[in-house]
């Protein structure tokens, strides 16, 4: 990562922004694996608002053979930039294209701190937890579980040790 002189201003603002923008909603899916992803548009709706409520604005640009490089801006003149390269699955222009538009999500939350999460309104939070299986004497990767320590096992480790 590379920054200017000073990121005084852009953290401040960076803490603005993210106290701001909450979680982004998951909103494509991937029919390949099953599952949900924030896709490009979506991040972008998400954040060009709050970002420049507090005077933060970004540029991507491809950089050399599969590469992007990324810099986030404030009003200040001071910035934090980064790149990175990712191969294509295919060598053709839909699979740099893939994979050049994958990097800027990838690039974007990671460098905004964004968090992505599938909105189930607190449903998973709020049910009840399945119960464990507690004569099951391995795990699907064929290891023993881990030993679950009762609150005497931890006291009696904390004050004497760890002895096995």
Same mark, same amino acid.
């Given at each position: ?19 701001? $923008?909450? @979680? ?6 991937? !029919? ?14 998400? $954040? ?13 640009? !491809?950089? %050399? ?18 790149? =990175? ?13 893939? @994979? ?5 999500? =990838?690039?974007? /939350? ?18 009840? /937890? ?11 990767? %064929?290891?023993? !579980? ?19």
């Amino acid at each position: 990562m590379q920054t200017s002189e000073s990121i005084k201003e852009i953290a401040a603002a960076m803490c603005e922004f993210q106290a701001k $923008i909450g @979680v982004i909603k998951k909103d494509a899916v991937n !029919p390949f694996f099953k599952s949900k992803y924030a896709d490009l548009s979506s991040i972008l709706d998400a $954040i060009q608002e709050p970002l420049a409520a507090v005077g933060l604005s970004f540029v991507q640009f !491809p950089s %050399g053979s599969y590469g992007l490089e990324t810099m986030l801006m404030h009003k200040s003149g001071e910035w934090i930039r980064e790149s =990175y390269t990712m191969e294509p699955t295919k060598r053709d222009p839909q699979g740099a294209g893939s @994979v050049l538009s994958y990097m800027r999500r =990838y690039a974007l /939350t990671a460098i905004l701190g964004l968090q992505t999460d599938e909105d189930d309104d607190g449903n998973a939070a709020s049910s009840p /937890t399945p119960p464990q299986n507690q004569t099951q004497t391995k795990t699907d990767t %064929g290891r023993k !579980p881990a030993h679950k320590f009762t609150q005497a096992e931890t006291q009696r480790m904390a004050t004497e040790g760890f002895k096995t």
